[in-house]
């Protein structure tokens, strides 16, 4: 089992930046791949970003690439998101997730965390 704890939404204006932060615990969190997801008010959960277990591969979807950045610290079990020029449709509850296997960089996962609301303000 893996358990995953998001921290770091909040409100920010248009343009600016937040960092989401997750914290992975339990017998195999160190060789988990682990992504974010995001569900929008009214839409379905899709694919934000993924990083593999070693950090050496790194996957986006195309509306955030070149403004987010996804990185992990094996060191101590935590993947971040590094979210800059936020627009008002990044507005969303974002959902660390995790997998052993690379069905995460399919869009699914078998770990998630709680979520973390992300809104961005006109």
């Known amino acids: 089992q893996v358990q995953l704890v998001e921290s770091g939404g909040g409100l920010v204006q248009a343009g600016g930046s937040l960092r989401l932060s997750c914290a992975a615990s339990?017998?195999?969190?160190?060789?988990?791949?682990m992504g974010w997801f995001r569900r929008a008010p009214g839409k379905e959960r899709e694919f934000v970003s993924a990083?593999?277990?070693?950090?050496?591969?790194?996957y986006y979807a195309d509306g955030v690439k070149g403004r987010f950045t996804i990185s992990r610290d094996n060191a101590k079990n935590t993947v971040y998101l590094q979210m800059n020029s936020l627009k008002p449709e990044d507005t969303a509850v974002y959902y660390c997730a995790a997998d052993l296997s690379a069905v995460l960089f399919a869009g699914t996962a078998k770990y998630w965390g709680q979520g973390t609301q992300v809104t961005i303000s006109s």
């Open positions: 990083i593999s277990w070693s950090g050496e591969r790194a």
């Open positions: 339990g017998r195999t969190s160190s060789s988990v791949h």
